[in-house]
């Protein structure tokens, strides 16, 4: 059964505090690992797909990363905008009706403070 | 704005009920999948459809069902409601079934049981 686990599960940063976000994953292959910024009341928001180890993807003050076992999410210099909650998402590379689903961890909880 | 849209954004009803929620895809998006977000569980895959046809389902309950019409809105339906049954649900899109494109989020429907 594919799980990632995300981790810390909150996180509080002075702003300009740069940090990381961990995501692992165990998986029956990877197809892809997705990161997904979520608002409060708001819908899960597409960030970045990574496909094989050593792949980096930057985004302002974002940069992923991936390895065979887990993802990084670097926040450099953030701000109080940053404030989310990060959702990492795998999908797996078996054939079959369960390769079109993905499966995510249950995020980290982000806080920028002023 | 992810381009999907889900309506209604909250929905209140009694244990018993059924209700219908429903999504309209990003144009050109022919994959439509459901998500059950609740606070302990996380984000959980229920089914995907894909040009109108059923690909591959996960937790979903056998009082819940869904289908993809020919202009390619879906509907998610639940029946016999239960208390446990309040969550927030998401639809998603993405252009094709194989491959590992992002899917994209509409911002949910919150369904309330009392």
């Known amino acids: 059964e594919d799980q990632v686990t995300q981790s810390p599960e909150a996180l509080r940063l002075q702003e300009g505090e740069s940090s990381s976000l961990n995501c692992s994953y165990t998986?029956?292959?990877?197809?892809?690992l997705f990161w997904y910024r979520q608002d409060p009341g708001k819908g899960p928001e597409f960030l970045f797909t990574?496909?094989?180890a050593g792949e980096e993807k930057e985004k302002e003050r974002l940069k992923a990363t991936l390895t065979k076992k887990e993802s990084f999410l670097h926040i450099t210099a953030p701000k109080p905008e940053d404030s989310a909650t990060y959702l990492c998402a795998v999908r797996p590379a078996y054939s079959g009706a369960g390769s079109y689903q993905l499966t995510f961890g249950k995020g980290t909880k982000l806080s920028v403070i002023p | 704005d992810s381009g999907v849209t889900q309506t209604p954004k909250h929905l209140i009803t009694a244990t018993g009920q059924r209700v219908t929620l429903r999504c309209s895809p990003r144009s050109g998006d022919l994959s439509v999948y459901w998500y059950q977000q609740s606070l302990d569980q996380g984000l959980q895959f229920l089914i995907h459809y894909y040009n109108g046809e059923e690909r591959a389902k996960g937790n979903i309950l056998e009082r819940f069902s869904a289908q993809q019409f020919p202009d390619l809105h879906s509907e998610l339906n639940l029946s016999s409601l239960e208390l446990g049954d309040s969550a927030l649900y998401f639809c998603a899109s993405s252009v094709g079934d194989r491959t590992p494109q992002p899917q994209h989020f509409g911002d949910g429907t919150r369904l309330s049981i009392l």
């Open positions: 998986v029956s292959g990877l197809r892809g």
């Open positions: 990574l496909y094989s």
